[in-house]
């Protein structure tokens, strides 16, 4: 089992920056590799960022491409996710996952999902 825990979310304006933060437990959390995926109200899920615990790679999907930066820290079991020049349509409920597939982050390659973290972006 692996347990990921969100955190980080909140209501900011048009134009901050926020960073979001995955904490990962359990007895093989570091198998997997972990990304962010979103939901924004009445939308599906959307795949955001995905990192290994070793190494330097890093996935991106086009949508998070320049505002959006993924990081680790292994010691702490963390996963980063760096918000910037967020706008009202990020608004959304952001969580945190992991996955055996680097590549395909899709809702059926997902083994365990967090809980979600939201945030609230005004205009």
């Known amino acids: 089992q692996v347990q990921l825990v969100e955190s980080g979310g909140g209501l900011v304006q048009a134009g901050a920056s926020l960073r979001l933060s995955c904490v990962a437990s359990?007895?093989?959390?570091?198998?997997?590799?972990i990304g962010w995926i979103r939901q924004a109200p009445g939308k599906e899920r959307e795949f955001l960022a995905a990192t290994g615990w070793v190494g330097s790679s890093e996935y991106y999907a086009d949508t998070a491409k320049g505002r959006f930066t993924i990081s680790k820290d292994f010691t702490k079991a963390t996963v980063y996710l760096d918000l910037d020049n967020l706008q009202p349509e990020d608004t959304a409920v952001y969580f945190c996952a992991a996955n055996r597939v680097f590549n395909n982050w899709t809702a059926a390659r997902v083994v365990y999902w967090g809980k979600g973290t939201l945030v609230t972006v005004s205009s």
């Open positions: 359990g007895d093989t959390f570091n198998h997997y590799y």
